[in-house]
């Protein structure tokens, strides 16, 4: 395909070495943008679609210098607390192309999440990380959403399979099925994940308002596994990201279970909450409200595993996966 009429997209990352994320070892490129808004999430600066400041209040002087360079009004200096820290209208960042509060700010306080780029340049900056991969490895799409871009995903997918690079998608199954449908032939294995087999609501045990991933349309998103399972030739492995008091009772493992066997497939991998990204919250002015949600230990894993395998599901618990 000629590089000029390749496709742009956004993304907030690119990372190399990572063992957890298919086969050998992969680069992961982050895409912005999820039609999903799960509370737990580690990558929220993933939900965006829009490439949007990152605040550290902890190096801000309070100098102002980003709040004269924004020619849209967005940064007010609001101080809700001791310490003072700017207030981000976000919805004006949005519409913002040039960002030139992160280019005044000397002190580092202030990045943008996000930046444009065409799959040519996303495939000539992977292409270097080919000699790290050794047989077996290659790259895998996460973020975010990377089928919330569907073009750009499509080209830089069809670049590296044409290329003999093994790829690897991560979905949360929450898109329109033609989203899918063309980038298929070029993906060598899909993460699916299945949150839940119900649009339940968390528990009320936080401070409201609680988002939740929630609410998700399941339908479409088990329509959309159904349809993988039977069109893709590849390996597809679903995933549970273990929330208690969401996800973990026997009801949900149980149907989640029987769910995979009658897709015809019969891979899960249970992947348990953390709290790693709880700080990436203060970056973008959001709340994390499953902060005291505790943490799903080594034996409620081990009794989840054997629920799936007493169903006839092979279940590999958070890193300790067959690749
Ligand atoms: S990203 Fe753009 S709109 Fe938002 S604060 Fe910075 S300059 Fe203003
Ligand atoms: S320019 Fe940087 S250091 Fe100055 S007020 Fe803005 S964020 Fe803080």
Known sequence: MEQSKLSSGIIFDIQGFS??????????????????????????????????PLYRVSKCTFDGLCMNA???????????????????D????????THDCAKACWSGALNIGGYEISAGDLYARI??????????????????????????TFDFLKQCYDNYIHTAVETCGNVPWENY???????????????????????STSPPPVRLSACPPVPLILDNARRIA????GRLIFRLPVVPGFNDDTANISATARFIQSTGRNEINILPLHHLGREKYNLI????YTEDFIIPSPEDLHEIKQQFSSQGIKCYTGSETPF
Request: with cysteine.
């Open 19 to 52: 063992v957890h994320d298919g086969p050998g070892c992969r680069t992961l490129i982050f895409f912005k943008g999820c039609s999903l808004e799960c509370s737990w999430c580690s990558n929220p600066e993933g939900i965006s679609f829009f490439p949007e």
């Open 90 to 97: 976000r919805k004006f960042c949005a519409q913002c192309l």
């Open 285 to 288: 002015g959001k709340t994390y």
């Open 230 to 233: 039977q069109e893709f030739p």
């Open 70 to 88: 924004c020619s849209k009004g967005a940064i007010s200096s609001g101080c809700n607390n001791e310490v003072g820290q700017l207030h981000f």
């Open 127 to 152: 292409n270097r990380d080919r000699q790290y991969w050794g047989r077996g490895g290659g790259i895998t799409l996460t973020g975010g959403e990377p089928f919330m871009q569907p073009e750009f």
């Open 181 to 203: 449908e063309k980038s298929l032939p070029y993906i060598d294995w899909i993460f699916f994940d299945l949150k839940s087999m119900t649009s339940v609501q968390l528990p």
